[in-house]
């Protein structure tokens, strides 16, 4: 086996605990062996610690989701806003419906209209003024 290249040599898919592996020790610079469960020692722990780590995430997503779902998540005023700016809003199509009955064209007046003053010149706005 001297006389045999690594790279030559047969593969085995499932190595067993005690199958010892060929390792490079590059801190004293020598060849070393190792067994594939010494190897895998230090991943099975971290495997370990990432599942009781997502054990406990999932417990704590689960805790925050029930006390979600069980609030009583009460926004007072954005009701209120909504009825506001609807109402303002009816009020202002109103004003539309207004103007469109206005004659557009040599139109040179002034009128009030909700608390504004608005100044037209040949059917032309010239100015709106708060009064």
């Known amino acids: 086996m001297a006389?045999?290249?690594?790279?030559?040599?047969?593969?085995?898919?499932v190595p067993g605990?005690?199958?010892i592996l060929y390792i490079v020790?590059?801190?004293s610079g020598g060849s070393k062996k190792i067994t594939f469960q010494n190897l895998l020692?230090?991943?099975n722990?971290?495997?370990t610690e990432l599942d009781s780590t997502v054990t406990e995430f999932t417990t704590l997503v689960t805790q925050l989701s029930t006390t979600v779902e069980t609030a009583n998540l009460n926004i007072p005023g954005i009701t209120d806003d909504i009825y506001n700016l609807s109402a303002q809003q009816a009020e202002l199509s109103g004003m539309v419906v207004e103007l469109?009955?206005?004659p557009t064209y040599g139109l040179s007046n002034s009128f009030v209209?909700?608390?504004?003053?608005?100044t037209f010149l040949s059917?032309?706005?010239?100015?709106?003024t708060p009064t």
């Open 100 to 102: 469109e009955g206005l």
């Open 123 to 128: 059917g032309i706005l010239l100015s709106v």
């Open 3 to 13: 006389d045999t290249k690594v790279s030559d040599l047969n593969s085995i898919t």
């Open 45 to 47: 722990l971290t495997v």
């Open 25 to 27: 020790d590059t801190t």
């Open 41 to 43: 020692s230090g991943v």
């Open 17 to 19: 605990n005690n199958d």
């Open 113 to 118: 209209l909700a608390s504004s003053t608005f």
